[in-house]
C-alpha cells in the first residue's frame, strides 16, 4: 500500500475510535480561528502529529511543520500532509531544522522541546501571538532562556499532561515496542530506570504492572524516597541488582555515559523514553565499538570497547514515538489541548514569557473526551 495511502486509512480509523479531536475540527472549520495567519509547528511527524494537522488546517491560514526528529519521522505523513497543502521540512539536521520555520514568520507556534523557540530567539524573531510549548525538557530549556520576548504557553505542567500523557501514554507505549522489537515479556525482568519524573514514574509502573522487579536511579533524594513508597527499589546508578533492561527518562543529556554502559551486564538492553535522544551515549558507543551488529528494524547490538555487549533500541530516541507504540488516546488528548492552546494565544495579549496553562482549557478538553 503507498505511504499516503497507508495514512490515509489510520488516520480514518483514528477518527472512528476518538472523534474527540474531529469535533474540534469541525469547530474550526465553522470559526477559521487562523484565517489569515500562518501557524508554524515544530513536531514528531507521527500519524497522530497528522490527525492533529488535518484538524488545524480546517481553520483556515497557513501551516509550516518541521521534524522534531528523523528518527520519529514517517515518511508517509510527510506524503500525505504535502498532500493536504501543508508545507512541511523534514530533510535537514536537527541543528537546523526549525530554521524554515522561522523564516516563514509563523503569527503563532506550537513546539516540542522548545528548539523552534530557541531558533526564534537566535533569529531575534517574535511570533506576533506566541508559542505553545508540549514537554517537559522543553520548559526546561524556555527557563533557561528567560528572558523571553514573547510568550509561551506551558501546556506540560497542566494536570491533564502529567496525569495521562505523561505517566499512561509513554508508560504503556514504551513497553508495548520493547516487546514488539525484543519478543520479551517483562516478568521477572530486571529494570532500571533512570529518572523519576512523570515519564520514569510512568514507565516504572508499567513495567512492574508487567511483572518486572523495578529500581530507580535518580539524584534527587525526595524522588528516589516517593519511588520506594511506590513499590520501586532506589539505587545509585552503580548499585542495586544487575539490570537486564535501562531506561533513560531524566530529561537531560548524558543520563547513560559510556562509561557506565561498560558497566552493565551482558546484552543489557538500553532503551530511552525521554525527549532528549541524547540521554544515552549513543554517539561515544557507536564512535568507540569494535563491534555492531544490526540485528534488525531499530535494534543494533554494540559491543563495547571494554568488552561486554549491550543492545539499543530505537538508536536512542524516544522509543515509543519511534514506533509510534500505545494507546492513541493520551497523544491526542494533549493534541487537543495544543489546539486550544493556539487559539488561546491568538485570542488577547497575552504576557511574554512563561504562561501558566488555564484551567479552563483543560477542562474543556476534558468534557470534549469525557463519553
Not at 27 to 37: K, Q
Not at 336 to 359: Q, S
Amino acid at each position: 500500500m503507498p505511504n499516503a495511502s497507508r495514512v490515509y486509512n489510520e488516520l480514518a480509523r483514528i477518527q472512528t475510535f476518538f472523534p474527540a479531536l474531529t469535533a474540534l475540527g469541525d469547530g474550526f472549520a465553522a470559526e477559521r480561528p487562523w484565517e489569515g495567519l500562518t501557524i508554524g509547528l515544530n513536531m514528531h511527524l507521527t500519524t497522530l502529529t497528522a490527525t492533529l494537522v488535518k484538524e488545524l488546517a480546517l481553520g483556515g491560514g497557513r501551516i509550516v511543520l518541521s521534524a522534531a526528529n528523523p528518527a520519529t519521522t514517517d515518511g508517509g505523513v510527510v506524503e500525505y500532509l504535502r498532500g493536504i497543502g501543508v508545507e512541511v521540512h523534514a530533510g535537514t539536521g536537527r541543528t537546523d531544522g526549525q530554521s524554515p520555520i522561522v523564516a516563514a514568520c509563523p503569527d503563532v507556534a506550537g513546539d516540542v522541546g522548545f528548539a523552534l523557540g530557541e531558533a526564534m530567539i537566535a533569529a531575534q524573531y517574535r511570533p506576533k501571538y506566541g508559542l505553545v510549548e508540549i514537554t517537559g525538557s522543553g520548559i526546561a530549556r524556555l527557563r533557561a532562556c528567560e528572558p523571553v520576548p514573547f510568550p509561551v504557553l506551558n501546556i506540560n505542567d497542566g494536570r491533564l499532561k502529567r496525569a495521562i500523557e505523561n505517566r499512561h501514554g509513554v508508560g504503556e507505549g514504551l513497553w508495548q515496542a520493547y516487546t514488539a522489537l525484543t519478543g520479551q515479556h517483562l516478568a521477572g525482568r530486571r529494570v532500571r530506570v533512570i529518572g523519576y519524573g512523570r515519564v520514569g514514574a510512568g514507565v516504572a509502573a508499567y513495567a512492574k504492572m508487567g511483572g518486572a522487579v523495578v529500581e530507580v536511579v535518580d539524584t534527587d533524594p525526595v524522588r528516589r524516597l516517593i519511588a520506594r513508597f511506590d513499590g520501586h527499589v532506589p539505587v545509585d546508578p552503580d548499585g542495586g541488582t544487575r539490570p537486564q533492561v535501562v531506561v533513560t527518562a531524566s530529561a537531560s543529556s548524558g543520563a547513560l555515559t559510556l562509561a557506565q554502559i561498560g558497566r552493565l551486564p551482558e546484552d543489557t538492553v538500553l532503551i530511552n523514553a525521554g525527549h532528549n535522544p541524547d540521554e544515552i551515549d549513543v554517539a561515544g558507543l557507536a564512535a568507540e565499538s569494535p563491534e555492531v551488529d544490526h540485528i534488525g528494524p531499530r535494534v543494533v547490538r554494540y559491543r563495547h570497547p571494554r568488552g561486554g555487549h549491550v543492545i539499543l533500541l530505537g538508536g536512542g530516541s524516544p522509543l515509543n514515538i519511534v514506533m509510534n507504540a500505545g494507546s492513541y488516546e493520551p497523544v491526542l488528548l494533549h493534541f487537543t489541548l495544543l489546539a486550544l492552546g493556539l487559539r488561546w494565544l491568538i485570542e488577547a495579549p497575552r504576557p511574554n514569557g512563561e504562561n501558566k496553562l488555564p484551567g479552563h482549557l483543560e477542562q474543556q478538553v476534558a468534557r470534549l473526551w469525557l463519553p
